[in-house]
């Protein structure tokens, strides 16, 4: 059995970089445009607080994600519960509100998609494999549902 092509993302500006949360794709919701995935993300760890429009309003999502992972701000208490679910959320957006994105998914077949950066240890693989990859599953998930809804290809 061959080896399964394995697609390594990170960086916006590599090949997958569209991947990353940190891609310039706004997405909408909860009624409203967030500039990223990762402003919608981070900014749901103060849902329903004033620091969720705090996050939403970052210019970077760089900075999304620094006030995001900010411990002086009060986390909320069902984040460890929710915080995949709003993940799922926050990729089904994006990559449903941008036809180009979707294809780009859909393109990479049954590739292994995998976050790779020492950078963390659970979205991403750890640098070295031993992380959880947790993006990486759930956007071969979000890939899975989208071949799915759109029925056999032509």
Avoid at 126 to 139: A, F, P, Q, V, Y
Wanted: aromatic share 10%; glycine share 10%; proline share 5%.
């Amino acid at each position: 059995m061959p080896e399964p092509v394995v697609i390594n993302f990170y960086s916006t500006t590599g090949e997958y970089g569209c991947f990353s949360n940190f891609s310039r794709h706004a997405v909408f919701l909860k009624g409203k445009r967030w500039p990223t995935s990762e402003h919608y993300f981070q900014a749901q760890k103060f849902a329903g607080t004033p620091h969720e429009e705090g996050v939403r309003a970052c210019k970077r999502p760089a900075e999304a994600a620094a006030m995001g992972r900010d411990r002086k701000l009060p986390l909320r208490r069902d984040w460890e519960s929710v915080k995949e679910g709003v993940m799922a959320d926050a990729l089904r957006a994006k990559f449903t509100q941008h036809e180009e994105l979707k294809a780009i998914l859909l393109d990479t077949g049954d590739a292994v998609l995998v976050e790779h950066t020492a950078n963390d240890a659970y979205w991403g693989d750890g640098g070295d494999g031993s992380g959880k990859n947790r993006l990486g599953h759930l956007l071969m998930q979000l890939r899975a549902e989208l071949r799915a809804e759109s029925g056999p290809r032509a």
